[in-house]
Structure formats: structure tokens, C-alpha cells
T-cell receptor, first 113, second 116 residues
Framework: DVKVTQSSRYLVKRTGEKVFLECVQD?????MFWYRQDPGLGLRLIYF???????EKGDIPEGYSVSREKKERFSLILESASTNQTSMYLC????????????FGEGSRLTVL | KNQVEQSPQSLIILEGKNCTLQ??????????LRWYKQDTGRGPVSLTI?????NTKSNGRYTATLDADTKQSSLHITASQLSDSASYIC???????????????FGTGTQLKVEL
């Protein structure tokens, strides 16, 4: 079975803290993505990666960075968390040649106080 | 700007009843349209995919339809069950998305609750 695993389901952090969200997929997919999901706004793309050590900005990259040192792992970093980054974060992957189907992780709900 | 609008925003139905969720999009041209189901606290899971040339696609009690001329899709759920309670998200993909994901346009979803 296809599996995308996000390391933390729930996190509570304080303003200014550095936050790491990790995502691992076991499907040998080339593409990985980080989205945030907020009520009424749907899923918005933060960053994506088509290959190891490659990254591209999505629609809302401000305040975030990413790292992809290995094909199976894609990390989202909040250098200095702010309250407006309180959200559900979803990691997804897809194969290199894709019909657009994304395989999502369970999500990481981050609360920044 | 490409948009995907879903209606209703939320819906409550009794178990065993049927319901239909709507998706209107402005993405043009497009390659395919997909419906995802997202259970509370979980990630979305793909239910159906339709290309621009398809009119209908079924997956068990879920039937999706597509009218490419009017840019509308619907998801019909037959004989609803409690486990159908979830958010249903419509996603449109433009042509040439070989990698997938970075050009997708997501709807904001319809929250369905099935009650006894």
C-alpha cells in the first residue's frame, strides 16, 4: 500500500520557535509537496520538489523553507513560527509521470501560541 | 485566475438517503478532474478521476459526472452511510501536468454529515 507518513500529527509551538515538519514516502515517487489547509481557503501549495535537492516555490512560500536531501524525505521548516501559521499541514507525493493524483499524509496540525 | 467552486459548503443528510455535490470550474483547458474524500483529521484520498472526454465515472456508491461544455461536475452518493461523513474536494488539473501537484486548482470542499 502507498504510504506517506508525517512525523507529527499535533504540535504546539510558541511564536518565534523554529519548527520542523517531516514527511516520508515509501513509493519511490519523484514529486513531493507541502500544502496548508485552512477553513474556507482549501489547500494552498507552499513548496514542491521534483527531485532530490530541488525545490520550487508554490503559491504561499513566505515564512517557510524546505529540504529534500533524500528522495523519500521532504521537510518543511518554519524558521520563526508566527500565529498566522497555525494550520493543518499536508504532505503529498506523486510519481514522475502523473495524472495529477496526489497521495497525502495524515496531516500535521500546528498551533502557534 | 483559475477557480474551482463547490456547493453546498456543508450538507446534512439522513443515513440511506442520496445526495449530490456540485463543482464548477473555470480552468480551461483542463486535463482531468478528480474528487477526493477527506475524513476528519486525515489526508484526502482520491475517489474518482475523469478526463475531459468522459461524462461519468463510478466508484461503488460514488458516481461522478462531468459536463465539459458548462464546466460543471457533480458527485452523487447513493444510499449514504455514516462513514460517508467527510469533506469532498474537487480538484482540476490543467494539461501537461506530468509531474502533478504544482498546477492543480483545489475547491474548498463540501462538508457532508450523515446522521442516523
Amino acid at each position: 500500500d502507498v504510504k506517506v507518513t508525517q512525523s507529527s500529527r499535533y504540535l504546539v509551538k510558541r511564536t518565534g520557535e523554529k519548527v520542523f515538519l517531516e514527511c516520508v514516502q515509501d513509493m519511490d515517487h519523484e514529486n513531493m509537496f507541502w500544502y496548508r489547509q485552512d477553513p474556507g481557503l482549501g489547500l494552498r501549495l507552499i513548496y514542491f520538489s521534483y527531485d532530490v535537492k530541488m525545490k520550487e516555490k508554490g503559491d504561499i512560500p513566505e515564512g517557510y523553507s524546505v529540504s529534500r536531501e533524500k528522495k523519500e524525505r521532504f521537510s518543511l521548516i518554519l524558521e520563526s513560527a508566527s500565529t498566522n501559521q497555525t494550520s493543518m499541514y499536508l504532505c503529498a507525493s506523486s510519481p514522475g509521470l502523473s495524472t495529477g493524483e496526489l497521495f497525502f499524509g495524515e496531516g500535521s496540525r500546528l498551533t502557534v501560541l | 485566475k483559475n477557480q474551482v467552486e463547490q456547493s453546498p459548503q456543508s450538507l446534512i443528510i439522513l443515513e440511506g438517503k442520496n445526495c449530490t455535490l456540485q463543482c464548477n470550474y473555470t480552468v480551461s483547458p483542463f486535463s482531468n478532474l478528480r474528487w477526493y474524500k477527506q475524513d476528519t483529521g486525515r489526508g484526502p484520498v482520491s475517489l474518482t478521476i475523469m478526463t475531459f472526454s468522459e461524462n461519468t465515472k463510478s466508484n461503488g456508491r460514488y458516481t461522478a459526472t462531468l459536463d465539459a461544455d458548462t464546466k460543471q461536475s457533480s458527485l452523487h452518493i447513493t444510499a449514504s452511510q455514516l462513514s460517508d461523513s467527510a469533506s469532498y474536494i474537487c480538484v482540476v488539473s490543467p494539461p501537461g501536468v506530468t509531474g502533478g501537484g504544482n498546477k492543480l486548482t483545489f475547491g474548498t470542499g463540501t462538508q457532508l454529515k450523515v446522521e442516523l
